[in-house]
T-cell receptor, first 110, second 115 residues
């Protein structure tokens, strides 16, 4: 069975204090790994797709990386508007079913 | 309307009621999904429809009944629910093309409370 574990569960940062979120996964044949952002009362918003180990993607202050066992979401010099829950999900080969992790709640204080 | 819309946004229902959740996608996608998001638990996939055909039922109790009349609309019919079914129900859509992997776009969800 596919498993996705995210850590930490919650993260409090000062504005400008860079940090990383971890997503560890076990899947039989990874087809892709997704990162989403979810604000309170809203649906998840797509951020990145990573397909193979060594791949990196960036968007503004966010950078996602992938290894064979885990993915990291680096937040560089975060701002209060980066406060959200960040979700990681994997898709195995021959399917489009997403298996999600529990998420990391990030709070960035000014 | 743009993206994925869901109605109602909030729903309170008794255990003996029957209600339906509606989802509409304005993205021209050919696959639609229902997810359940409960407090302290990861997002759980419930159903998948590809080209209006149900391709996945993730062991969901029969008190949840999905319907996909066309590739733009998805319904979740609810009856005889239990209090533990209270959750945020999210709809998503994506474009499925051969072996390509495309991201899913989510609606804002329906917050369901079962009393």
């Amino acid at each position: 069975e596919d498993q996705v574990t995210q850590s930490p569960e919650a993260l409090r940062l000062q504005e400008g204090e860079s940090s990383s979120l971890n997503c560890s996964y076990t899947v039989s044949g990874l087809r892709g790994l997704f990162w989403y952002r979810q604000d309170p009362g809203k649906g998840p918003e797509f951020l990145f797709t990573l397909y193979s180990a060594g791949e990196e993607k960036e968007k503004e202050r966010l950078k996602a990386t992938l290894t064979k066992k885990e993915s990291f979401l680096h937040i560089t010099a975060p701002k209060p508007e980066d406060s959200a829950t960040y979700l990681c999900a994997v898709v195995r080969r021959a399917g489009n079913k997403l298996t999600f992790g529990g998420g990391t709640r990030v709070l960035v204080k000014p | 309307e743009t993206g994925v819309t869901q109605t109602p946004r909030h729903l309170v229902m008794g255990m003996t009621n029957k209600k339906s959740l509606k989802c509409e996608q304005h993205l021209g996608h050919n696959a639609m999904y229902w997810y359940k998001q409960s407090a302290k638990k990861p997002l759980e996939l419930m159903f998948v429809y590809n080209f209006k055909e149900q391709t996945e039922n993730n062991s969901v109790p029969s008190r949840f009944s999905p319907e996909c009349p066309n590739s733009s609309h998805l319904f979740l019919h609810l009856h005889t629910l239990q209090p533990e079914d209270s959750a945020l129900y999210l709809c998503a859509s994506s474009q499925v093309r051969g072996t390509g992997l495309n991201e899913q776009y989510f609606g804002p969800g329906t917050r369901l409370t079962v009393t």
